[in-house]
């Protein structure tokens, strides 16, 4: 039987303007309420699958606390500790336990969770274990970054990957072999390049850790879209094509930054022409259908 469970990661503040680029003010405002410094609440959550062979997959590690202080409150993260060691630990877990790490991106808010705390000594990886799917366009992007996003990746974390020999490097929809071949991914461009969003099969629909392309329930709104995004009218075409395909299957999207909803069905209100989710679950706790 496969399971599913959400895991908090460490959380963020950041500007709202910047999450929802083109909408006003008075609009995203009453989507997530913004602190006096125009901040809104986000999560990093991580989604934990763990399959009836006994392997247990990791959909990415969220931003971590690989941050020294300074940078830790530039970024606008949360906590000191490193959450989602906490949160694995609060199931019985432990990083060493995990088998495979798949991550969407390599973007720090995505994938610095793969580092151990800031201690002041050189970064190091965690997850010893784990092999780490990422698609190739996505790596690419890592180790060549536009002047745009270059901020966003962590070079230590890149290098580190490089040697570790357990990087695992994918093209388009086929899973590797490290992951069930019944798993599929979708490959997004316009958040970042060759941004991977994995499609889990369950019982009553497949789940889609949806990444970037909509990280909470607010962007499910199709003109939405963040002022990080690279191609912001591609995006809104790949968003189009997904939650029309989900809608017809009684799909549900995993949310990695919403605050409140970690998971939720996608309805499409065919009169209004325009799509929405059911009210969501705020976690799951090793799901099974």
Not at 61 to 71: H, R, S, V
Not at 173 to 194: I, Y
Request: glycine share 8%; hydrophobic share 45%; with cysteine.
């Amino acid at each position: 039987m496969r399971t599913l469970t959400s895991l908090l990661g460490n959380s963020q503040k950041l500007d709202g303007g910047a999450m929802f680029g083109n909408a006003p003010r008075a609009v995203w405002a009453g989507w997530l309420a913004p602190d006096e410094q125009n901040r809104v609440p986000l999560c990093c959550r991580c989604l934990l699958v763990e399959e009836a062979d006994g392997r247990r997959v990791l959909l990415e590690t969220g931003i971590g606390a690989f941050f020294a202080a300074k940078l830790r409150e530039r970024y606008g993260v949360m906590e000191e500790n490193h959450v989602l060691l906490d949160s694995l630990a609060a199931h019985g877990l432990r990083h060493e336990d995990i088998d495979v790490v798949v991550l969407s991106h390599l973007h720090f808010d995505h994938a610095g969770g793969l580092l151990a705390a800031w201690d002041g000594e050189p970064a190091r990886l965690l997850f010893p274990n784990a092999q780490i799917v990422v698609g190739r366009e996505a790596w690419q992007r890592a180790l060549n970054p536009h002047p745009r996003d270059r901020a966003s990746f962590v070079p230590e974390l890149v290098a580190l990957l490089e040697s570790c020999g357990r990087l695992v490097l994918v093209d388009g929809e086929q899973p590797p072999a490290c992951l069930p071949p019944d798993w599929r991914f979708s490959v997004s461009h316009g958040h970042t390049p060759g941004m991977l969003l994995a499609e889990i099969p369950m019982p009553d629909g497949p789940v889609v850790f949806a990444a970037d392309l909509i990280p909470g329930a607010p962007w499910v709104h199709v003109p939405i879209t963040m002022g990080y995004d690279r191609f912001p009218e591609q995006l809104i075409d790949e968003k189009r094509h997904l939650l029309q395909r989900l809608a017809g299957v009684h799909g549900r999207l995993f949310f990695t930054h919403d605050p409140a909803v970690a998971c939720a069905p996608v309805l499409y209100d065919a009169q209004k022409q325009r799509f929405s989710v059911m009210a969501g679950q705020g976690s799951l706790q090793r799901q099974a259908s």
